[in-house]
């Protein structure tokens, strides 16, 4: 699919396919599939985060606020972001797992809670810089040690990499799917769902809102809005990718390859020359041919 | 006599089974309750809340919100879920102010008719694709969020105002009636005149269990795809009432009024896993969003902590109802 995706925008397109745009392309792919990574995860276990704005105006504005204007060094801006999102992604899970409620509706509270605290904080005012350091990260023709490839690209890689060795090789990762496809079965083989429920949610939150670090020094600065088109798209990115809601299928990659997809596509739309509205419609089609052409359901005669 | 023993001995546990078969059986009380404590608190900060006089505009206020968590209450009760509906009011919103106003098919007997007719087939396209396209139905109904959302930017990339026309009676009074009344009654008379037909028994029982219902000889296809039609016709009286509140059109509201629908939905009480709620609770949980928005700004709390008090309430109600309903 990615391939299909890449032809026609190189037959679209001039100078799609030259180093530049492939490089920026990767970059914003990148950034969408880091931001989606916390999603990936929760919905493996079988919730949904809505608060993933929250967790990257969080990361996004604390980059731009403490590491910008006030000259805190940055792994004390990770440090706290790490935490602040840990604790509320935790709490979210705490809250779904303990008194069986819909995660949808506790985190899309969390969400306003976490924008309402951002705007509290810092008065509505963002007039920060992220700093140099974290620039370079993101930058499209940045290097990683001399190879001209953007280091946020190599961290998307080292994720994938990461999370297929974790969800697949060790027992924490089978703990997680088994919880994901059948919780009480999961119990019944003693498995303390809540522990995974919370860590997950707080895992995700957390790494959601070191995405929105980098976030903030790809656009070199932050609002209060800043995540808002992180969730739909990063939905869109785990569900093209063919990660199931309600049962545990799928892993990081296919996030990623559901990233590069969308990314690909945002990038002919908008150089088609078209408006804001017809590329949302296009986008909004593109997605309905894409699922189904592998990501149908089974018949529901078939399932009795 | 087992009554008459229950009521001579009234103990904590009986408290505690009455307790649980209230919540468990009508899963609104808790919102309910929620909608008659704000009710009160408004009416204690501001005496005017309760004057007759400003029932009408009240009521025309409230009535976008809870006709979009009717919109979506109908096919989570069947079993799915549908994010498409803000965008659909939108887009019923600008359509009718940016499209048939300025043309001269802005008479409601011309306008309706047309704008039910969009959303019946936008709800109608979202039930072929999930039931023959066979997509999960968050994929389908978010695919559709992008495109509607998409047409109403298309029609009207920036705000554009009505002018005079008939929807502004429906945000005041039209005639007798509050016209908030009118708009919501409409929905609710649909689902009255549904509740003799055999749609909403077969509707809860796909929610249920769909493959039994399968198994029990009821078109569960025609029941998925008449969810979303019965959807998108919420969500059309719902632009409808929306353009009479805001007067103008507004495409940017669309992914707002999706993520309040569905928080309207399940602080009613509807079960997000299908066959269990009901409008009762989706109408009582939009009053208590809705009330709680009045709430903060009529105790004067400063712009920046609405959002953050709003969340905190809204973690607070969830959890009540969590603790509330464990008894079960």
Redesign the interface.
């Known amino acids: 699919m990615v391939l299909g995706v890449f032809v026609w925008g190189s037959v679209q397109i001039d100078g799609f396919s030259s180093g530049p745009s492939v490089r920026a392309m990767l970059v914003i792919a990148s950034l969408l599939a880091l931001a989606s990574l916390g999603q990936t995860l929760v919905i493996l276990v079988g919730g949904l985060d809505l608060a993933v704005p929250g967790y990257i105006t969080v990361g996004a504005v604390a980059t731009a606020e403490l590491a910008g204007t006030k000259g805190w060094p940055l792994w004390a801006v990770a440090v706290s972001v790490v935490g602040v999102c840990a604790f509320a992604g935790g709490v979210c899970g705490a809250i779904c797992h303990y008194l069986r409620v819909q995660s949808l509706v506790v985190t899309l509270g969390m969400s306003s809670v976490l924008i309402g605290g951002v705007i509290v904080a810092t008065k509505a005012s963002n007039l920060g810089v992220p700093p140099q350091d974290i620039s370079k990260w993101t930058f499209v023709m940045g290097e990683t040690l001399d190879v001209p490839v953007p280091p946020v690209v190599c961290l998307a890689v080292g994720v994938v990499v990461g999370s297929w060795l974790f969800l697949a090789h060790t027992p924490a990762g089978r703990r997680l799917y088994a919880t994901g496809a059948n919780p009480r079965a999961a119990e019944g083989i003693l498995i303390r769902t809540g522990r995974v429920w919370i860590t997950t949610f707080a895992f995700g939150a957390a790494a959601t809102g070191l995405a929105g670090m980098l976030i903030a020094s790809y656009s070199s600065g932050a609002s209060v809005t800043i995540g808002d088109p992180y969730f739909y798209s990063g939905l869109a990115a785990v569900l093209v990718g063919g990660t199931a809601l309600g049962s545990a299928r799928g892993d990081f990659l296919r996030t990623v390859l559901g990233a590069l997809i969308l990314t690909a596509l945002t990038t002919i739309l908008s150089g088609m020359g078209l408006g804001e509205g017809d590329s949302r419609i296009l986008f909004g089609l593109a997605i309905i041919v894409v699922v189904l052409a592998y990501g149908r359901d089974r018949r529901l005669r078939d399932r009795i | 006599m087992q009554s008459r023993t229950l009521l001579l001995a009234p103990d904590a546990s009986r408290l505690k089974r009455v307790q649980a078969s209230l919540v468990g059986r009508r899963p609104w009380v808790f919102a309910g309750v929620l909608v008659i404590a704000l009710l009160l608190a408004n009416a204690a900060l501001q005496g005017s809340f309760l004057d007759p006089g400003y029932w009408p505009g009240t009521l025309g206020t409230l009535a976008p919100f809870v006709l979009v968590a009717f919109a979506s209450t109908v096919p989570v009760l069947g079993g799915g879920i549908d994010i498409s509906v803000g965008p659909l009011a939108t887009l019923v919103n600008c359509l009718l102010v940016a499209t048939l106003l300025p043309h001269g098919l802005g008479s409601p007997l011309v306008a309706i008719p047309i704008l039910l007719a969009v959303g019946a087939a936008a709800g109608c396209i979202n039930g072929l694709?999930i039931v023959v396209?066979?997509?999960?139905p968050?994929?389908?109904t978010?695919?559709?969020?992008?495109?509607?959302?998409?047409?109403?930017?298309?029609?009207s990339?920036a705000p554009v105002p009505a002018g005079d026309n008939w929807t502004r009676d429906l945000a005041g009074t039209a005639g007798p009636l509050p016209g908030g009344l009118l708009t919501i009654g409409a929905a609710v008379l649909i689902w009255v005149l549904l509740g003799r037909t055999q749609f909403l028994r077969n509707l809860y029982a796909v929610g249920g269990d769909?493959?039994a219902t399968?198994?029990a000889g009821v078109n569960?296809?025609a029941v998925r795809i008449g969810a979303y039609v019965l959807s998108g016709v919420f969500a059309t009286i719902a632009g409808v009432a929306l353009t009479a509140v805001i007067q103008t059109s507004q495409?940017s509201l669309a992914?707002s009024y999706s993520?309040i629908a569905?928080?309207a939905v399940?602080?009613g009480g509807t079960s997000?896993a299908g066959g269990r709620g009901g409008l009762i609770g989706s109408l009582l949980g939009a009053a208590a969003i809705f009330l709680l928005q009045e709430l903060l700004a009529a105790t004067g709390v400063p712009t920046?902590?609405?959002?953050?008090?709003?969340?905190?309430?809204?973690?607070a109600g969830?959890?009540l109802?969590?603790?509330t309903s464990?008894g079960r």
Do not use: E, N, T
């Not at chain 2, 509607?148 to 029609?155: F, Q, Y």
């Open positions: 694709l396209g066979r997509l999960q968050v994929i389908a978010l695919a559709m969020f992008f495109v509607l959302s998409g047409l109403a930017l298309h029609i990339p769909d493959v399968f198994s569960v296809a495409a992914a993520l569905l928080a399940s602080l997000l920046s902590y609405v959002q953050l008090v709003y969340g905190l309430l809204l973690i969830v959890v109802s969590g603790i464990k």
